[in-house]
């Protein structure tokens, strides 16, 4: 009974409860505005951070805090299928997106962001599942995800500006935020680029904006 009561299994209870009250928000909104390609789109896009913050949490406490760890396989293994797990969910909610943006008059920038997002994300589950069960990284796998994904968000933040799917300041922070995030990777640490999370802060962002309908 103690081993519920530490620090790391109240850390990964908090953020679990956390994903299940944004999974119930969503079903409520879903309830009210109905179940239609907008609303699950941004269902998923914000989903998708809530399940990738379960591995976050999982990664800071194993890296950053350096928790006690019995079970360092099953851990990893929970900890990077989340991330994968929050990654693929990403890519289910922009392939709505995409579909969205060419209904409201996009030609073919979301098509190619869309291609180019996949294209990332299938390299990085390539290289997380190695990683797995090699405990190895392929690094060059994973610094074309970052780049290809953070391109192909920037694409997408262009064809938001372009169709008014949602307000201009989405598709404006899209644009900026995944923009500013490759050059500096890119110039302060070409190395060590792979940090997650800076790849779902916009979806976050838009499909926020898609539920408020702004």
């Not at 119930?24 to 390609?37: D, K, N, P, Y």
């Not at 591995?55 to 928790?67: E, M, P, S």
């Not at 599942?129 to 970052?146: D, F, H, R």
């Amino acid at each position: 009974m103690r081993i519920w009561l530490t620090p790391q299994y109240r850390a990964v209870i908090v953020s679990l409860i956390c994903l299940v009250l944004t999974a119930l928000a969503l079903v409520v909104v879903m309830s009210m505005q109905g179940i239609t390609e907008r609303t699950v789109s941004a269902s998923l896009l914000v989903l998708c951070g809530g399940v990738f913050n379960v591995g976050a949490v999982l990664f800071t406490g194993r890296f950053f805090l350096k928790w006690r760890i019995e079970d360092m396989t099953s851990h990893m293994r929970w900890e990077r299928g989340f991330v994968i797990a929050g990654t693929l969910i990403a890519v289910l909610g922009l392939v709505l997106l995409e579909d969205m943006l060419r209904a409201a008059g996009d030609i073919y920038l979301a098509r190619l962001g869309m291609v180019t997002y996949l294209f990332g994300a299938l390299l990085v589950v390539a290289a997380e599942t190695t990683c797995l069960s090699s405990g190895e990284w392929n690094y060059p796998q994973i610094v074309m995800y970052v780049v290809l994904a953070f391109l192909a968000q920037v694409v997408i933040g262009l064809a938001l500006l372009q169709t008014g799917l949602v307000a201009a300041w989405a598709g404006w922070a899209t644009v900026i935020w995944n923009l500013g995030w490759l050059l500096l990777m890119l110039i302060v640490r070409p190395r060590d680029s792979y940090f997650p999370v800076l790849h779902l802060f916009a979806p976050l962002l838009i499909g926020i904006a898609l539920v408020a309908q702004w």
